[in-house]
Nanobody, 122 residues
Framework: QVQLVESGGGLVQAGGSLRLSCVASGRTFSSYAMGWFRQAPGKEREFVAAISWSGGSTYYGDSVKGRFTISRANAKNTVYLQMNSLKPEDTAVYYC???????????????WGQGNQVTVSS
């Protein structure tokens, strides 16, 4: 069983940047794909980004393409989400997740972090 702990969220003005981090423990981090999802109040969980075990492949949700970048540091068991040009509609709880293969559906991932609030003010 893997444990995931996110950090780096907070309050930022529109147009600003934040970087989320997710540290994994409990199994071989470098063997698994990683992903980020988000959920705003009253909305379904939304795919944000995913990265393959090697970092060679990345996927992004349409709403964040060109603004967000996912990366990983296998030596540190950490995945990152660099968020630039933030908009009020990016406000949500962001979740880190892991799965056997890079994917875009929440059902294709297994363990989830506790979530980290990101709030973008206008």
């Amino acid at each position: 069983q893997v444990q995931l702990v996110e950090s780096g969220g907070g309050l930022v003005q529109a147009g600003g940047s934040l970087r989320l981090s997710c540290v994994a423990s409990g199994r071989t981090f470098s063997s698994y794909a990683m992903g980020w999802f988000r959920q705003a109040p009253g909305k379904e969980r939304e795919f944000v980004a995913a990265i393959s075990w090697s970092g060679g492949s990345t996927y992004y949700g349409d709403s964040v393409k060109g603004r967000f970048t996912i990366s990983r540091a296998n030596a540190k068991n950490t995945v990152y989400l660099q968020m630039n040009s933030l908009k009020p509609e990016d406000t949500a709880v962001y979740y880190c997740t892991t799965g056997p293969n890079i994917a875009t559906l929440a059902a294709d991932f297994g363990s989830w972090g506790q979530g980290n609030q990101v709030t973008v003010s206008s």
